[in-house]
């Protein structure tokens, strides 16, 4: 019924940029509303969230590690998340995944609230 797809991964220097985009697909992401969000994963670390983003876009929220740093957007009329990565550190090297929160809430940051998720995607921080 719906499948989130991330690219843009990849090895970038310390203090570069990087862009993450996960697209949705499916009849479930045609038919409702939904909030999304990033999460990271490290080696021997819990995920985490990272950012999410309410339907509208309108009301976002960040992870204290990425305030300043990174920005999460949307557009909806292509069904796609999008996290700007800049100034990137190496405590960001990790798997980035997105998902879906089909709750109606306007973003959650508990994992439970996530009913989609994407498949992730490397990103790894060389200093």
């Known amino acids: 019924q719906g499948q989130l797809s991330e690219s843009g991964g990849g090895l970038v220097q310390a203090g570069g940029s990087l862009r993450l985009s996960c697209a949705a697909s499916?009849?479930?992401?045609?038919?409702?509303?939904?909030?999304m969000g990033w999460f990271r994963q490290a080696p021997g670390k819990k995920r985490e969230i990272v950012a999410a983003?309410?339907?509208?876009?309108?009301?976002?929220y960040y992870a204290d590690s990425v305030k300043g740093r990174f920005t999460i957007s949307r557009d909806s009329a292509k069904n796609t998340v999008y996290l700007q990565m800049n100034s990137v550190k190496s405590e960001d090297s990790a798997v980035y995944s997105c998902?879906?929160?089909?709750?109606?809430?306007?973003?959650?940051?508990?994992?439970?609230?996530?009913?989609?998720w994407g498949q992730g995607t490397q990103v790894t921080v060389s200093s």
């Open positions: 998902a879906a929160d089909l709750t109606g809430s306007d973003f959650n940051i508990g994992q439970r609230e996530y009913e989609y």
């Open positions: 499916g009849r479930t992401f045609t038919r409702t509303r939904y909030a």
């Open positions: 983003i309410s339907w509208s876009g309108g009301t976002t």
